[in-house]
């Protein structure tokens, strides 16, 4: 039986992780540190500490509790599901995405990726494999909602639908992801029910990057001992220079990124070999308690897909009702005038009943 408490955390809980990541996106977390202290709820976009403008792509606006591209994208997700019956397919999730999203709220590389199928130039079901990795995992929700209770269907899925973008590991890793989600809305689910069922859906490489996070998260006592240990551990380099991690689920760790001490510039990575260990590892080091959304905050880097993450496991395995109301009702108020979250959610609850 499904349970619409656990569908609506997972749902909102996604969109409070991305807002409270936002102002601190691409941020090294000494500078998080520094200028903002421990990160325990809700913060604005505003100067010292938020590095980006704000813009469509990113945050709308600077209240507190405003979502940014992850969230917009994710309503688009859950529209597409809405709109369309199974099989749902690369080929019909494309065509949908093209001729109803909504753009100008999205990151332009996804775009740009669309744009490839569109004009031809690489089939739906194989483009992920030669286009740029990195990025879009927090759009996935919907997928371990609508397979709530089974994961290992719910990490197929994403797999299959996320290769319009991704290449095996990446679709491993966003498996993964949606696999603790569907995991989490399970009535009987633990914190660690939740880590064993994504690490269940992972291929080799993907295993291994998480469970080195794990073991970090294991053994630190506070939130930067977590952080430094995983910023000597687990940081993915990325830029123009640097190469980008491997393709193939089965293939070799990626080279680590020495870690800057502290950093005035965006400090970040866009690739989810990164990004999903450090998701993990915070929601490991907070006992899949809602204070692991600002602990994935406190690491810093791209914190509002780290964030959006947890806070999608978070609330699937706590519900609406076990996620601080100020955070659930400023969410859901602030973003109304561009996106309504709750009804996003309800209609998805409703579709997967």
């Known amino acids: 039986m499904r349970d619409r408490d656990r569908a609506l955390g997972a749902y909102i809980g996604a969109a409070i992780g991305d807002a409270m990541g936002g102002p601190v996106e691409c941020t090294h977390a000494a500078r998080i540190k520094r200028?903002?202290?421990?990160?325990?709820?809700?913060?604005?976009?505003?100067?010292?500490?938020?590095?980006?403008d704000i813009q469509p792509g990113y945050a709308l606006q600077a209240a507190a509790g405003s979502v940014t591209d992850d969230t917009f994208i994710r309503g688009d997700l859950t529209r597409f599901f809405l709109a369309?019956?199974?099989?749902r397919t690369p080929e019909l999730l494309a065509e949908w995405m093209l001729a109803h999203a909504d753009f100008r709220m999205w990151w332009p590389p996804a775009v740009q990726a669309l744009r490839r199928v569109q004009q031809g130039e690489v089939s739906a079901r194989e483009a992920g494999k030669t286009w740029r990795q990195g990025g879009g995992v927090g759009w996935w929700t919907p997928v371990g909602i609508l397979h709530a209770g089974h994961p290992q269907a719910a990490a197929q899925v994403a797999r299959e639908?996320?290769?319009?973008?991704?290449?095996?590991?990446?679709?491993?890793?966003?498996?993964?992801?949606?696999?603790?989600?569907?995991?989490?809305?399970?009535?009987d689910a633990t914190a660690e029910s939740v880590v064993e069922a994504m690490l269940g859906a992972c291929g080799p490489l993907a295993h291994q990057l998480l469970q080195r996070a794990i073991a970090i998260a294991r053994q630190a006592n506070d939130v930067y001992t977590l952080v430094d240990g995983l910023y000597q551990t687990v940081l993915v380099p990325s830029g123009p220079d640097c190469p980008p991690p491997p393709l193939?689920?089965?293939?070799?760790?990626?080279?680590?990124?020495?870690?800057?001490?502290?950093?005035?510039?965006h400090y970040s990575s866009i690739y989810l070999s990164e990004q999903i260990p450090l998701a993990v590892a915070a929601f490991v080091f907070g006992r899949g308690q809602p204070r692991a959304i600002p602990v994935a905050c406190m690491l810093g880097r791209d914190a509002?897909?780290?964030?959006?993450?947890?806070?999608?496991?978070?609330?699937?395995?706590?519900?609406?009702?076990?996620?601080?109301?100020?955070?659930?009702?400023?969410?859901?108020?602030?973003?109304l005038a561009?996106?309504?979250?709750?009804?996003?959610?309800?209609?998805?609850?409703?579709?997967?009943e």
């Open 248 to 265: 193939e689920a089965d293939a070799n760790l990626p080279p680590h990124c020495p870690p800057l001490a502290d950093s005035e510039q």
């Open 161 to 187: 639908l996320c290769a319009i973008w991704k290449a095996p590991l990446e679709q491993d890793l966003v498996g993964a992801v949606q696999a603790g989600v569907a995991e989490a809305q399970r009535l």
């Open 304 to 335: 509002d897909t780290t964030a959006t993450t947890v806070g999608s496991w978070v609330g699937g395995l706590h519900g609406e009702s076990g996620l601080p109301r100020e955070w659930v009702d400023t969410v859901c108020r602030v973003n």
């Open 35 to 52: 200028l903002v202290g421990e990160i325990t709820g809700l913060l604005p976009y505003q100067p010292p500490y938020t590095l980006i």
């Open 338 to 352: 561009h996106i309504n979250i709750r009804e996003l959610a309800e209609r998805l609850y409703a579709l997967a």
């Open 84 to 87: 369309t019956q199974p099989p």
